[in-house]
């Protein structure tokens, strides 16, 4: 019951916060949605952008992996809009993070437990800006908290081994959870060409469903993510810094004293979790191996899915933010495990002294729940990103639905195009080389094509400018939040401006 009611509390407020003009819109929702339309219209996992030069205003799914679409893709595929499918497979995901998360911390350390890990994730900003918006951290973090569980009470490698390939398959960063899986299943008991065995099993799921979608992906012409170590490094790590200590340090001023209080609770909290995952745990009365065995579980996961996503900025994608949204699925885990050694290492202590550590989580409780409020009440006003009504009340956008509807698009952000029309279309070269350029100029006028420039740049590639000055585009259409261009030719009212 206390599982359910904490569940039921994180799934309406997603969907209070979700209200129209919500959830909000983030780039990489164009490629979770435009799959699942795909999937369901066509049979194949498509996005509606392509490379400037396609014949296809449509490319393969290749820079997300597929797991999300897919299952936003059943309740399209049963006549739900694709927005509203994924606001409830969100606040579905909610209850069952939620829910599972209290379950597990009161069946290990008891009700207080319980309760208080599902306090500390309702009040997480890091919980709430996953579940505004439609991305995939809200059902990877519900499938992360199944892998927890089953680590923690299955026997059986395969089950928490297919837990941890549905969540790398919604979500790349995830796949650090099969190295946990592995990890704890070669940490079971027995000899040594058993614990092996037991691993391989573990990992088996994720690298067959990974090897699958990798094949598939070079064969499509999708994107595969390439090696090499990245650069801007500093920058970076400033922003985990500053993530970690908003985190720690809820609702204090930035300066020392929050790095000091961020430090302290990190600290404390590394420390607790450290003695109660430890064989000193166990006391006669309360037998210690649930919680032992869940406890070092959290660390594991949280540990593995660190050290991938590190990994993976130093070496696969500088881009990588170090914000709340990548860090979420260590947070989760760490909170719960912080929440359960807690309670339990207060247990056994003096009335001050529990009453001490219950004033410091309440002030802990209170200044986290102040930073989420405020979050949400910024993001959501007038709706949050391409749901905004600076979006959505667009005088761009409503040329582009009516005079432009007929053009094909060609603009600095393909994801933009897709959320303010409906269609499909295309980016822009990378370079300014002349050779790029007069091929551009040809795929325009052949396309009946205009080039778009958007109030910002999210997508490498040449300015829209650069590339209307250099093909002599003439403006057809200039708005506060963008320039549309087409070649002379195709000028309203025909022929070509003077000079």
Known sequence: MLAACFGAAACYGVLAITDPPGPGLDPDTMSYLGAAESLVRHGDLRIPSAHWLSGDSTEALGHFPPGYSIVIAVPVALGAS?????????????????????????????????????????????????????????????????????????????????AAAAAGIVRYAAVGTTGAVALWAYGTTGGRGERLRRAAVAAAPSVVLQTIWTIRSAIEGGEVRSFGLRGNLPATFRELTSTLGGWLAPSVPAGWIAGVVAVAVGVVAVAVIARQAGPAASTVEEPAEPRRRFLRAAALVAGCYAAFVTFSR????????????????????????????LVAAARPWRRPARAAVALAALAWLGGSAAATVGAVRDALDG????AGDEWRM???????RTEGRSRAIFSNNTATAWFLTGRPSRDVPQTLDADSVARFGRALRERDGVLVRFPFDLEEGAAPDSLARRLRLVEVAVFPDGVVWAPAAARPGGGRPPG
């Open 82 to 162: 694709p927005v509203q499918a994924a606001r409830g497979i969100e606040a579905a995901a909610a209850f069952a993070t939620v829910a599972l998360t209290v379950w597990l911390a009161a069946s290990v350390a008891g009700g207080i437990a319980g309760a208080l890990a599902g306090a500390v994730l309702l009040v997480s900003p890091s919980f709430a800006f996953d579940h505004w918006q439609i991305i995939s951290e809200p059902l990877c973090l519900a499938l992360v908290m199944a892998t927890l569980l089953l680590m923690t009470y299955s026997r059986r490698p395969w089950t928490y081994g297919l």
């Open 383 to 386: 709706g949050w990103g391409y």
């Open 394 to 400: 667009s005088a761009l956008a409503e040329w582009l």
């Open 314 to 341: 130093l070496f696969v994608d500088e881009t990588i933010p170090f914000d709340v949204r990548i860090l979420s699925p260590f947070i989760v885990p760490a909170e719960a495990a912080a929440a359960v050694a």
